[in-house]
DNA sequence: TTGAAAGCGTTACCAC
DNA sequence: GTGGTAACGCTTTCAA
């Protein structure tokens, strides 16, 4: 492994020099530059991160906290922020909670390890609201996805889930449904709340009386959806409403189990739009969130931060969309 | 942030003591190190991993590379490999190549800027070759998957890919097909050239005519799948095996929009067996690849190396089995 | 424009 | 058992 010195004894200066060159700061001359890059280049030399962010305080790494990387909705989330991480040079550590709540503890270890500049934290559960006001009084900066918390200086980054819940249901209703089922999300996240409350807000529009029954709670997995439709069928209802694709996807599955037919027995629209609706049987209508872009737009956010171009308190509200396929 | 130094200072005693203790190393009364350990929990304390790195030359991270995380076929694998990081202490540190052979930029880093202390890649493309051939001279441990190479000190996990193509194939002779095609994968892949092995070993034993118009390469992808199955449809076959489920999914597609019937008309057999082919339309029958064991496997063997507890060159290959739905 | 030297937080070595 | 000190590779003063 070349170093610095290395290079500095081959091109005859000191390896504050070499530094300085390499990293093109002022107070080098051309042709010394030029010399140094060309040896650093020949000996195939890259800086050791840790001797460099042992002096600079930084280590040009953001850590990305979900709950579970493999879920298929996280992966244009992550694709958006691995393009801007490339354009940047920055660095993604991925943390996965799954779900447990002691994930917190890694989180201590990557900050106060200063193993990262920054975070990203996607999806957040409400009972971690503690954690994330922790988070805020230390000097580290981060971002909430999929999250709006009201503190004016937590930079937030999510789509209007309450609109989303609305268009879903108000699409069932202008086809005619008048008693529409919703299989909602894990209701310690927020935004299983927020997309009740739109499917509420539609139904109240519409002057339909909301039906206690008609809303089981599953758990954003298709396993889940695949129970909650079980019930719902039961209740009995026209259409239904998912929080999420991937309980769409289980409760098709308990539809067609029971030989009945979608859309015409029953109706199903679902939430986020994943690469996979378009293969369900029926291809189904859903609401689009803008994953990648959301992303894209969270890693951008705090990268400006970390490069200090940008204060902080950035809240991005991205509106969603109803991608209308064969299921509703 | 706290140091080793405040802490050596509160207790009266040697920063190198306080280092020992913390590390649980021989030469520290007992009561000493209880002493340290309490005021370093009081205090909050967490280990500067870059000055940690920098003198012991260790990182514990390892860096996994592989195509596109999103991918589902990897999400398996990775949560295989975060078990057992999660037991060992070390860290995941992903990149992806994106088909981008130039992925070798981003490792050249890792390595030379000491970020990891092994590696995983997962899926290498044959024309890489030789940069696996040059990383096998750097001095840095790392561990194929779905990949095994004949180089004895290179260490491998994979599946037995000619036999799955050889079940796959088999199954649908077994089911009295004697038209079948094959959508084969990228072929830049010894993936794909296996199990197309596989697939004209069947046919053989079976006595029928291996058929070049019956092959079709497609890419991996789910839109391949689409393309190729819609010109095996003009070449006219009563089964397909399709050399990944992406791309059987792509295969469904197109031969629903025929208006044919799955399995009466074609019957399909996939690779892979992704979460989600028990969802499609029929549900996909398909050759199972125990992915979260593979990860697992690959992951401890490395970790072992790295502990100087195996020398390498381990093999590791996995047999593939046929997980039966209803598309074939 | 260049060089010398200090220091980042930790571990490792050697003396006590 | 303990303490002092040098090193790890880099950046950052400050002086030349």
Same mark, same amino acid.
């Given at each position: 492994m070349a170093t610095i010195k290395d290079i500095a004894r081959i091109a005859g200066v000191a390896p504050s020099v070499v530094s300085r060159a390499l990293n093109n700061k002022y107070g080098v001359k051309e042709s010394t530059r030029k010399r140094i890059v060309a040896i650093a280049k020949e000996l195939g030399y890259h800086p050791n991160s840790a001797a460099r962010s042992l002096v600079t305080r930084r280590t040009e790494t953001i850590?990305?906290?979900?709950?579970?990387?493999? *879920?298929? $909705?996280?992966?244009?989330?992550?694709?958006?922020?691995? %393009?801007v991480a490339t354009q940047t040079g920055y660095t993604? &550590?991925?943390?996965?909670? $799954?779900?447990?709540?002691?994930?917190?503890?890694?989180?201590?270890?990557?900050?106060?390890?200063e193993r990262v500049d920054g +975070?990203?934290?996607?999806?957040?559960?409400?009972?971690?609201?503690?954690?994330?006001? #922790?988070?805020?009084?230390?000097?580290? @900066?981060?971002?909430?996805?999929?999250?709006?918390?009201?503190?004016?200086?937590?930079?937030?980054?999510?789509?209007?889930?309450?609109?989303?819940?609305?268009?879903?249901?108000?699409? &069932?209703?202008?086809?005619?449904?008048? !008693?529409?089922?919703?299989?909602? /999300?894990?209701?310690?996240? =927020?935004?299983? +709340?927020?997309?009740?409350?739109?499917?509420?807000?539609?139904?109240? *529009?519409? /002057?339909? #009386?909301?039906? *206690?029954?008609?809303?089981?709670?599953?758990?954003?997995?298709?396993?889940?959806? %695949?129970?909650?439709?079980?019930?719902?069928?039961?209740?009995?209802?026209?259409?239904?409403?998912?929080?999420?694709?991937?309980?769409? %996807?289980?409760?098709? =599955?308990?539809?067609?189990?029971?030989?009945?037919?979608?859309?015409?027995?029953?109706?199903?629209?679902?939430?986020?739009?994943?690469?996979?609706?378009?293969?369900?049987? @029926?291809?189904?209508?859903?609401?689009?969130? @803008?994953? $990648?872009?959301?992303? !894209? !737009?969270?890693?951008?956010?705090?990268t400006a931060i970390l490069r200090g171009e940008?204060?902080?308190?950035?809240?991005?509200?991205?509106?969603?969309?109803?991608?209308?396929?064969?299921? #509703?």
């Amino acid at each position: 492994m070349a170093t610095i010195k290395d290079i500095a004894r081959i091109a005859g200066v000191a390896p504050s020099v070499v530094s300085r060159a390499l990293n093109n700061k002022y107070g080098v001359k051309e042709s010394t530059r030029k010399r140094i890059v060309a040896i650093a280049k020949e000996l195939g030399y890259h800086p050791n991160s840790a001797a460099r962010s042992l002096v600079t305080r930084r280590t040009e790494t953001i850590g990305v906290v979900m709950a579970d990387i493999s *879920e298929p $909705y996280f992966s244009q989330i992550v694709k958006g922020m691995e %393009y801007v991480a490339t354009q940047t040079g920055y660095t993604l &550590l991925f943390s996965n909670s $799954y779900e447990n709540v002691e994930h917190g503890r890694v989180l201590r270890k990557m900050i106060s390890g200063e193993r990262v500049d920054g +975070l990203v934290i996607i999806g957040s559960n409400i009972q971690e609201k503690g954690f994330i006001a #922790a988070l805020a009084e230390q000097e580290i @900066p981060f971002v909430l996805v999929e999250r709006n918390l009201p503190d004016p200086k937590v930079n937030c980054v999510w789509v209007d889930n309450v609109q989303g819940g609305y268009l879903a249901t108000r699409f &069932l209703l202008d086809k005619g449904h008048r !008693r529409i089922g919703h299989i909602a /999300g894990n209701l310690h996240f =927020q935004v299983a +709340l927020d997309r009740i409350e739109g499917y509420k807000r539609a139904l109240e *529009e519409a /002057g339909i #009386a909301f039906c *206690e029954e008609l809303v089981v709670s599953g758990n954003f997995l298709t396993e889940g959806g %695949y129970r909650a439709m079980k019930e719902l069928l039961k209740a009995g209802c026209t259409a239904v409403f998912a929080a999420n694709d991937a309980m769409a %996807y289980g409760a098709l =599955q308990a539809i067609a189990e029971e030989g009945l037919a979608v859309p015409d027995d029953v109706a199903m629209v679902g939430f986020d739009d994943l690469e996979f609706s378009a293969l369900t049987h @029926p291809p189904l209508t859903t609401v689009r969130q @803008p994953r $990648y872009e959301m992303g !894209r !737009r969270s890693l951008e956010i705090l990268t400006a931060i970390l490069r200090g171009e940008e204060a902080g308190g950035v809240k991005v509200c991205f509106q969603p969309e109803i991608t209308v396929r064969r299921s #509703a």
